[in-house]
T-cell receptor, first 115, second 115 residues
Framework: EAGVAQSPRYKIIEKRQSVAFWCNPISGHATLYWYQQILGQGPKLLIQFQNNGVVDDSQLPKDRFSAERLKGVDSTLKIQPAKLEDSAVYLC?????????????FGPGTRLTVL | QKEVEQNSGPLSVPEGAIASLNCTYSDRGSQSFFWYRQYSGKSPELIMSIYSNGDKEDGRFTAQLNKASQYVSLLIRDSQPSDSATYLCAVNKDPGGTSYGKLTFGQGTILTVHP
């Protein structure tokens, strides 16, 4: 079974530029998550989708971050404009149902550096 | 007070010893508890989950949960150099009214097992 796929793996941009990340979850997984992991910290949930609807986006900086999950499968996360403090690893995860006991499977992540 | 707090590291143990990793959480409504392992430059991978008070054993790993004390721990017996990684405690609380949980991670504890 293929795991969670993400691209690109690395991205370097200047501040105020825009960037987009792509995620393809495990086939059949209804729930998709985007996390931000700053160096030395645990992952922080940015947004959670159940199929193509948003369940939780309370920690998403909506003035600059946006995400969508069209057709309930792939998802993109966009930052526009980027700030220096957005430098982090962006992790996508998926789970079968999104229930509280469900295992979340993580993709390899995208390492973003904002200069 | 942080929602999920782990004992500050790094933790260094000799090969063959028991490594003890601790985690406390603030929300008494928390339902599910997870331990993830994250190797440097890699994404988190689930090693243990626990939902009920008491101990849960899986090979060299034992998770312990005490909901009254809001405390969860992970013991690694016969530690190996390959166990050297960051260990992340994650807590999932049922927000109530839905079946979707929200995973909150601690900051992680770096474990080094030296030969």
């Amino acid at each position: 079974e293929a795991g969670v796929a993400q691209s690109p793996r690395y991205k370097i941009i200047e501040k105020r530029q825009s960037v987009a990340f792509w995620c393809n979850p495990i086939s059949g997984h209804a729930t998709l998550y985007w996390y931000q992991q700053i160096l030395g910290q645990g992952p922080k949930l940015l947004i959670q989708f159940q199929n193509n609807g948003v369940v939780d986006d309370s920690q998403l900086p909506k003035d600059r971050f946006s995400a969508e999950r069209l057709k309930g499968v792939d998802s993109t996360l966009k930052i526009q404009p980027a700030k220096l403090e957005d430098s982090a690893v962006y992790l996508c995860a998926s789970s079968l149902t999104g229930g509280s006991t469900d295992t979340q499977y993580f993709g390899p992540g995208t390492r973003l550096t904002v200069l | 007070q942080k929602e999920v707090e782990q004992n500050s590291g790094p933790l260094s143990v000799p090969e063959g010893a028991i490594a003890s990793l601790n985690c406390t959480y603030s929300d008494r409504g928390s339902q599910s508890f997870f331990w993830y392992r994250q190797y440097s430059g890699k994404s988190p991978e689930l090693i243990m989950s626990i939902y009920s008070n008491g101990d849960k054993e899986d090979g060299r790993f034992t998770a312990q949960l005490n909901k009254a004390s809001q405390y969860v721990s992970l013991l690694i017996r016969d530690s190996q150099p390959s166990d050297s990684a960051t260990y992340l405690c994650a807590v999932n609380k049922d927000p109530g009214g839905t079946s979707y949980g929200k995973l909150t991670f601690g900051q992680g504890t770096i474990l080094t097992v030296h030969p």
